[in-house]
């Protein structure tokens, strides 16, 4: 079990179809991020929220949309997705971020297939 | 741009044999983390390492972090087959667009009876 809760853990969905992946933490956490993961490849980081704020967007197409609403919530809206954006996507919290001097925790991800 | 290469990708080792993986990392970085990935799981933290020569040990794996060689190296004592997973390496460095972490490709830890 992780403190960072995901959900769906499973999504199907069409290339015209809106979805949108869920986080959650109550650890206190002030920083929140996005990864997306391709089969036997690393993470990739593509969003974080520091202080609910958005603090990096590592060129991310605009189909794919975040967002904070708290410190304890991250969203990701999923709008238009093509075949190549099915993957792991998988939601981190820490401590703080500019530092990077506590340990990510991520959550047990939501595995999307666009079909 | 940080790039972090590992080595080896692909481990495969007997129960009770020690080994060592490497994480070479290309631009200054004081901060490094090791990370386990079981297969369709999550990113477990194994280790966190924040100065030269810092050197953590938990059970059977030890991690330490050469800042000024821009190494580090997670290093196995007596494999068991729970230790079966794949490891990454992920240094906390400054990019154009922020600090992050940047994983390596992981290296894929098979342990054989």
């Known amino acids: 079990d992780t403190e960072v809760t995901q959900t769906p853990k499973h999504l199907v969905m069409g290339m015209t179809n809106k979805k949108s992946l869920k986080c959650e933490q109550h650890m206190g956490h002030r920083a929140m991020y996005w990864y997306k993961q391709k089969a036997k490849k690393p993470p990739e980081l593509m969003f974080v929220?520091?202080?609910?704020?958005?603090?990096i967007n590592e060129s991310v197409p605009s189909r794919f949309s975040p967002e904070c609403p708290n410190s304890s919530l991250l969203n990701l809206h999923l709008h238009a997705l093509q075949p190549e954006d099915s993957a792991l996507y998988l939601c981190?919290?820490?401590?703080?971020?500019?530092?990077?001097?506590?340990?990510?925790?991520f959550g047990d991800g939501t595995r999307l297939s666009i079909l | 741009e940080l790039k972090v290469e590992q080595n080896p990708l692909f481990l495969s080792m007997q129960e009770g044999k020690n080994y060592t993986i490497y994480c070479n990392y290309s631009?200054?970085?004081?901060?490094l983390y090791w990370y386990r990935q079981d297969p369709g799981k999550s990113l477990e933290s194994l280790f966190v390492?924040?100065?030269?020569?810092a050197v953590k040990q938990e059970g059977r794996l030890m991690a330490s972090l050469d800042t000024k060689a821009r190494l580090s190296t997670l290093h196995i004592t007596a494999a068991v087959h729970d230790l079966s997973a794949t490891y990454f390496c992920?240094?906390?460095?400054?990019?154009?667009?922020?600090?992050?972490?940047?994983f390596g490709e992981g290296t894929q830890l098979t342990v054989n009876p």
């Open positions: 390492l924040l100065s030269n020569g």
């Open positions: 929220y520091s202080y609910e704020k958005l603090s």
């Open positions: 631009t200054t970085s004081d901060r």
């Open positions: 981190a919290s820490s401590q703080g971020h500019p530092q990077g001097r506590q340990p990510q925790h």
């Open positions: 992920a240094p906390w460095g400054l990019e154009t667009s922020g600090s992050r972490l940047t």
